[in-house]
């Protein structure tokens, strides 16, 4: 995203978390930049297309924010206390942005935010998932899906405090408590016998296949079939492309640019239009 569209994006929060996303008008976002109306739209479509790609920038700061964590040299457990601790800094430092979207109704509901919020839901199920069976591996085969919903609650009743309440916690040793709190829900389940109610079932029958993650493991399987039938090019795309599929978080530019490498070669055509349809490309 260029520069004048980031400028744009910083001071329209700044106006919406002041006045609302409705009572402000396409004029004043303008005037706030100082550029003019045409000028707005030679950047956004529209006030409701500015507010997706707000979404989606909040959404890529936390992003490169995990990524970074993600390449460090530490143990699983060590990584996800520091993403968990930059997602509630991110959150916290965008508060009033956050309370204007719970107070305010008229926050528009098109197509796109919706496949934005439902993806981004998904994302968060999946976040969790691949955490917990990094760091607790075969304790949680049963139960993951139970733990992951219980955590992500926990998450979100602190996040209600930091938020609406004003609440000013340490956020380091709130993430580092929250791990601490999910290793007592795994030994409950071990000490107890006791039975999930939210299995791998259960989500299959709630979430669409492709979001479950069992469309992506079919996905790699077949990307990594067909490159073996190839010349060493398409192994090396093919290899960038399961690699970045197989990150928490995948980039949509590469993910993008090694399709586009291997759509010129029929035998792909199936596998890239399932490709697509999972990762909404």
């Known amino acids: 995203m260029e520069q004048k569209s980031i400028y744009i994006i910083e001071q329209s929060i700044k106006l919406f978390a002041k006045k609302g996303f409705s009572s402000t008008s396409v004029q004043e976002i303008a005037s706030a930049c100082g550029i003019s109306k045409g ?3 030679l950047h956004f479509k529209s006030k409701d297309a500015l507010l997706l790609d707000i979404f989606n920038y909040y959404y890529q700061r936390i992003q490169t924010r995990i990524d970074e ?4 040299d530490a143990d699983d457990r060590t990584k996800f206390k520091k993403q968990l601790q930059v997602t509630f800094e991110e959150l916290a430092d965008h508060r009033e942005f956050i309370i204007m979207q719970i107070r305010e109704q ?3 509901f098109n197509e796109n935010i919706e496949q934005f919020l439902t993806q981004m839901r998904v994302n968060s199920y999946l976040f969790y998932k691949s955490h917990l069976e990094n760091i607790y591996h075969k304790r949680v085969d049963e139960i993951v899906w139970e733990v992951s919903l219980i955590l992500q609650g926990m998450f979100k009743g602190y996040m209600d405090l930091i938020i609406i309440e004003g609440a000013d916690l340490n956020l380091e040793a709130l993430s580092e408590a929250m791990i601490r709190r999910t290793d007592y829900i795994v030994e409950g389940f071990e000490k107890s016998g006791d039975q999930p109610v939210i299995t791998g079932g259960t989500m299959h029958q709630l979430l669409p296949v492709n979001f479950t993650g069992e469309e992506k493991e079919r996905l790699l399987l ?4 067909l490159a073996n039938e190839g010349d060493q090019e398409i192994k090396d795309t093919v290899h960038v492309l399961t690699e970045e599929m197989k990150r928490d978080q995948p980039r949509s530019a590469i993910l993008k640019g090694m399709i586009t490498n291997l759509e010129e070669y029929s035998r792909f ?6 490709m697509k349809k999972f990762y909404q490309l």
């Open 69 to 72: 964590i993600q390449k460090l």
């Open 39 to 41: 000028a707005f739209y």
């Open 222 to 225: 077949i990307l990594e079939e």
């Open 106 to 108: 008229a926050i528009p």
């Open 269 to 274: 055509t199936e596998a890239i239009d399932r």
